[in-house]
């Protein structure tokens, strides 16, 4: 079974301030997705990286996929109480074909007005 | 329209009773998967079919089991619940989770509290 580790567990920040989520792991990933989860719901898709190196922006999200496809990081610019909620990156790693997403414990983000 | 749909959203229940979980998709998405998301947040899987077939099933205790009677509707059924099922289970579902790297996007559904007392 692959790991993927996340950090911070819990983030508690002022709305305004810049915050940055880390999710890493010993295996080479085929591609990596970030999710977000509000209470009651499930998750949704925000991206998906495939290429080392690779860099997506959604809005005031910055996401960036390692150079090796061993971590990625998520960064908000500015972040706005909608932000709150569960950060889930989820990899999907090689040679164990596609069928299966390992997804991190992840990261609960308030943000407070 | 919802894409993703489980019923029932909660679920109490007493200890060995027998309980189904029932999940749809209108996305005509090949994929169908059982998650279990515990009260810590972890998300693991626990099957997945594709097409109507047993592709994944993770270390599952055999009391559960799931049925795909088409490729749009996989139920999960529960026999002789215990305390350490109580969790909240999530159904989703991909186009294909037979194709490499970034094809596989789950969509999820809501999600299903069970709580067994």
């Known amino acids: 079974t692959q790991?993927?580790?996340?950090?911070?567990q819990f983030l508690s920040i002022?709305?305004?301030?810049?915050?940055?989520v880390y999710?890493?792991?010993?295996?080479?990933?085929?591609?990596?997705?970030?999710?977000?989860?509000?209470?009651?719901?499930?998750?949704?898709?925000?991206?998906?990286?495939?290429t080392g190196g690779e860099v997506k922006k959604l809005k005031r999200l910055t996401f960036q996929f390692g150079d090796a496809?061993?971590?990625?990081s998520l960064h908000i610019t500015a972040a706005q109480p909608g932000d709150t909620g569960l950060y889930l990156c989820?990899?999907?790693y090689s040679g164990a074909g596609s069928y299966q997403l390992t997804f991190g414990k992840?990261?609960?983000l308030s943000v407070i007005p | 329209d919802t894409a993703v749909s489980q019923t029932p959203k909660y679920l109490v229940t007493q200890m060995g009773n027998d309980k189904s979980i029932k999940c749809e998709q209108n996305l005509g998405h090949d994929t169908m998967y059982w998650y279990k998301q515990d009260s810590k947040k972890f998300l693991k899987i626990m099957f997945s079919y594709n097409n109507k077939e047993l592709i994944i099933n993770e270390t599952v205790p055999n009391r559960f089991s799931p049925k795909s009677p088409d490729k749009a509707h996989l139920n999960l059924?529960?026999?002789?619940?215990?305390?350490?099922d109580?969790?909240?289970?999530?159904?989703?579902?991909?186009?294909?989770?037979?194709?490499?790297?970034?094809?596989?996007?789950?969509?999820?559904?809501a999600g299903s509290r069970l709580t067994v007392l």
């Open chain 1, 69 to 72: 496809r061993k971590d990625s």
């Open chain 2, 77 to 84: 059924h529960i026999n002789s619940l215990e305390l350490g």
């Open chain 1, 23 to 50: 999710c890493n792991s010993s295996s080479v990933f085929s591609s990596l997705q970030w999710y977000r989860q509000e209470p009651g719901e499930g998750p949704v898709l925000l991206v998906t990286v495939v």
């Open chain 1, 106 to 108: 992840g990261t609960k």
């Open chain 1, 3 to 8: 790991l993927l580790e996340q950090s911070p």
């Open chain 2, 86 to 109: 109580s969790a909240v289970y999530f159904c989703a579902s991909s186009p294909s989770g037979g194709r490499p790297s970034g094809a596989n996007v789950l969509t999820f559904g």
């Open chain 1, 90 to 92: 989820a990899g999907t």
């Open chain 1, 14 to 20: 002022q709305e305004g301030e810049n915050l940055t």
